[in-house]
């Protein structure tokens, strides 16, 4: 029997738990205070790295899960997905990173001063407005609904799944999902193929389509949403550093994003609730493996 679910949350969570639910037979309404083009899954870089989200085990097993969705899709420009090399530099030698079984293949490459140590992998890159669209219009196609709604708490069920992100803070009184601040700038594309990524700052340059997006910062306990002209400058000097022929490119935007950041993220199901929020930076990174678990656990509430 096809049951109604209520997602809580537009951002990339609550879209692609919405689209795997409607895949499964379920009567879906998506209810979020932001819109998928407002919520911080639209400021994401973005590309497929587990980074700042726990347990280990877990963001392997949803990140490889990711990667395979995410490999297949960049088969259709239209969902604004590319497979794309690049190079991670690392200040200190080090062993093979806790997630190397979820990308196809890790090369050791040789690393550029100040760095230590580097390696080479292909993954996804998601150039998130346009995914977002894509995703929403998957969505409304299979037949669910997007609804723009702030919530004081969460509805009554049926079955409700709980994609606030921050927002959880009040929908689920966790005071544990705390924000960690994010702040890019948005650069004209130049011609450049190659992601970067350096673990001074850390810094990273990620080239889309259309633009190349450089951050950044990771600031703790910070809600500033307004983008600060001292840490633009900063950002484009680190980037610059990396690559050299961004001094050439002209800044299209700046942007602020708070990652919803937990100890843990919370994926569980409490009575007729399915949470599913605190991914931290890899909320694109983990978004398929955690929406085919929910689909699980909504089958198992169905059952
Ligand atoms: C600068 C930056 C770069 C990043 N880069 C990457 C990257 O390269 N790769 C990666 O994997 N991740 C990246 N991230 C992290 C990623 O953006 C997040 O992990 C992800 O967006 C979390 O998605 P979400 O759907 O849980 O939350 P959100 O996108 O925040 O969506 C939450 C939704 O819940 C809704 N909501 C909240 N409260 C209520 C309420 N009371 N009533 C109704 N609705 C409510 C909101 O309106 C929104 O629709 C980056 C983040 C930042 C800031």
Redesign the pocket.
Known sequence: MPERVVV???????LSCALRLLEAGHRVDV????LPLE???A?????W?PYLALPQDKVAAWGATSYDVFARLAGDPATGVSLRRGTELLLAESGDPWWVSAVPALERVAPVAPYRDAWSFVTPVIDMPRYLVWLHDRVLDAGGTVTR???AALPEGPLVVD?????SR??ADDPTTTPVR???VVLEQIGLEEWWLAEEGPTYVIPRTHDIVV??TDDAGEWDRTPSPATADDILRRAIALVPDLAAARVVRHKV????ARSEVRLERVGDVVHC?G???????LSWGCAAEVAALADAVRA
Do not use: F
């Open positions: 809580v949350g537009a951002g990339v969570l609550g209810l979020a205070r932001e919520t911080t899954s400021v994401a870089a973005a590309i790295y709604m702030a919530l994609c606030s992100g921050l927002g009040h929908l994010g702040q890019v951050g950044g994003g708070l990652r919803p929020y991914h931290g930076g890899a909320g694109v990174t």
